[in-house]
């Protein structure tokens, strides 16, 4: 019997094993453990351990490749159905003033002339016939309406200016132009016209709806 520190005796069988026990830690390190060598095969096999085979019943069919002619030119579309639907029609709706021109052909719709308005057709060729004369402009307006018409080129701008270096300040070519694309020989190309945004030159230029081939007579 041993007493505590109060005095009182208590019974600990076990006392005189506590030197046996108390083991002080090792300070020596384990050996380290030598991982088996694998080869990218034998990886690769033990990743896909769990992978289960798809069915051929959920295999995805491959989409088709967009080729080009799957682009569809939307201004292109349109003038096309539009000089199909004016075919052998040569009656033009015109509007003039000092700061304005327009002209359409009888069955060009409001919503193409409202969208040629605002410029909404691209510009893919433009002229310049500012500085020539009046014969040279129109001479050079048939060869660039044929030539245009060759290359596949339907929505133009033509750029005449507004006479303000002529005599009396008279836009001799802005009429002249106009006047050509609605009567005589240049007219047989003409869908429809209208006075160009200012940042396309404003009263100085029209947009110009061209067709493919001239009109019949």
């Given at each position: ?7 009182n ?5 076990f ?6 026990l ?22 690769f ?28 030119d ?21 509007e ?6 327009e ?37 050079a ?23 303000l270096?002529s ?9 002249s132009?106009?006047?050509w694309?609605?009567?005589g ?29 001239p009109r019949?007579?």
């Amino acid at each position: 019997m041993k007493r505590d520190r109060t005095g009182n005796q208590s019974h600990r069988p076990f006392s005189h094993f506590g030197d046996v026990l108390r083991v002080e830690p090792s300070k020596e390190k384990p050996p380290p453990v030598e991982l088996p060598q694998l080869s990218d095969e034998e990886l690769f096999s033990w990743a896909m351990r769990d992978v289960v085979p798809i069915k051929r019943e959920n295999e995805r069919v491959p989409c088709a490749r967009l080729t080009n002619s799957s682009i569809v030119d939307d201004d292109a579309r349109v003038l096309e159905q539009l000089e199909e639907l004016v075919e052998g029609r040569g009656t033009f709706r015109m509007e003039n003033s000092d700061d304005y021109v327009e002209a359409r052909l009888d069955g060009v719709g409001f919503s193409t002339i409202r969208k040629l308005r605002r410029g909404q057709f691209t510009i893919q060729d433009t002229i310049n016939l500012r500085g020539l004369t009046r014969a040279e402009a129109k001479e050079a307006l048939a060869a660039f309406l044929r030539r245009s018409a060759a290359a596949g080129r339907r929505s133009l701008l033509v750029v005449h200016g507004r006479g303000l270096n002529s005599a009396g300040q008279i836009p001799i070519l802005k009429r002249s132009v106009a006047k050509w694309l609605t009567k005589g020989a240049l007219s047989r190309w003409t869908l429809a016209y209208c006075t160009a945004r200012p940042v396309d030159g404003g009263a100085g230029a029209i947009y110009l709806l061209l067709r493919s081939k001239p009109r019949r007579r």
